[in-house]
Structures are given as C-alpha cells and as structure tokens.
C-alpha cells in the first residue's frame, strides 16, 4: 500500500468517526465540545483535500 493510500484510508476513516460524532445528538453535550468536534472535522477535512490535491 503506497503512503498516499495509507494516508487517504487513515483521513478517510477518522473523518467518518468525527462526522459520526457530530450526528449524535445525546442529551448531556455542551456547545463547547460540539464546537471542538466541528474546528477538528474541518482540519480533517482540509487534511484530505491537501491529500486527494496532491495525488
């Protein structure tokens, strides 16, 4: 498996589970953490864009 792939698999899989985290809507979150999540799936998300682009 080349680097590229690895990495592509690696971003596409934390990607999902941040994603995921932020559909869940369980009833004890706060708008601070929420806001985290989403600041980290958009670095995830800029990640893979610089990957793919590089490709």
């Known amino acids: ?5 690895r990495d592509r698999n690696r971003i596409e ?4 589970s941040v994603s ?3 559909l869940e809507r369980p009833e004890n979150t706060n708008k ?3 806001i985290d999540e989403a600041i980290e799936y958009q670095k995830q ?3 893979q864009v ?3 682009g590089s490709l």
């Open 32 to 34: 601070a953490s929420k």
């Open 20 to 22: 995921a985290g932020l």
């Open 45 to 47: 998300l800029q990640l």
């Open 50 to 52: 610089q990957v793919c």
């Open 1 to 5: 498996m080349t680097r590229g792939l």
């Open 13 to 16: 899989e934390s990607s999902r």
